[in-house]
T-cell receptor, first 116, second 112 residues
């Protein structure tokens, strides 16, 4: 089942500009995570925001979470060519049964192209 | 270095020939899972495991098997591969709680 839907599907910007990607989801969550994937390679964790948090920063990354709208956004400031990649949001609604383990459901991703 | 290692990275095989993709993690994580990634569909979970000898189906388990005999290893088995299993496969591990998942580098499988 797919929960996260990213918007836009593709984004093309110039170096130095900011990039904003949005994610919408359908059910209650424990946390929401953003991952980055360079072409055909493994996913790398960027940032995790818990359901009781509204905003989080990590370096040039800023993530917001609005649980009432079931949406999140990822902002990359002062983008660089090296930021070119696909970005995925993943929601964790938990495995249930008080296991404490996560079940990540990924969206289809946003392809970001940053031109020099 | 903390990592998840998958092998092989690339595999071309024929329909019906059994294959195994290995996955190993060195972080002592209890939780491991397999995903497949297809264009336009994102990542979908195939199977997961919460601990040794504890495995369960994910969202797209048909045609796959897994085993968890040791904590560090979680192989994915395709008993009789078919062309619709051509995909990019990822193994991931994580610990209990609100934590990040660590992904392997992926295995690109082509079934002809």
């Amino acid at each position: 089942s797919q929960q996260g839907e990213e918007d836009p599907q593709a984004l093309s910007i110039q170096e130095g500009e900011n990039a904003t990607m949005n994610c919408s989801y359908k059910t209650s969550i424990n946390n929401l995570q953003w991952y980055r994937q360079n072409s055909g390679r493994g996913l790398v964790h960027l940032i995790l925001i818990r359901s009781n948090e509204r905003e989080k920063h990590s370096g040039r990354l800023r993530v917001t979470l609005d649980t009432s709208k079931k949406s999140s956004s990822l902002l990359i400031t002062a983008s660089r060519a090296a930021d070119t990649a696909s970005y995925f949001c993943a929601t964790d609604a938990g495995l249930g049964r008080n296991t404490g383990f996560q079940k990540l459901v990924f969206g289809t991703g946003t392809r970001l192209l940053v031109s020099p | 270095e903390a990592q998840v290692t998958q092998n092989p990275r690339y595999l071309i095989t024929v329909t019906g020939k059994k294959l195994t993709v290995t996955c190993s993690q060195n972080m002592n994580h209890e939780y491991m899972s397999w995903y497949r990634q297809d264009p336009g569909l994102g990542l979908r979970q195939i199977y997961y495991s919460m601990n040794v000898e504890v495995t369960d189906k994910g969202d797209v388990p048909e045609g796959y098997k897994v085993s968890r005999k040791e904590k560090r290893n979680f192989p994915l088995i395709l008993e009789s591969p078919s062309p619709n299993q051509t995909s990019l496969y990822f193994c991931a591990s994580s610990s209990r709680g609100n934590t990040e998942a660590f992904f392997g580098q992926g295995t690109r499988l082509t079934v002809v």
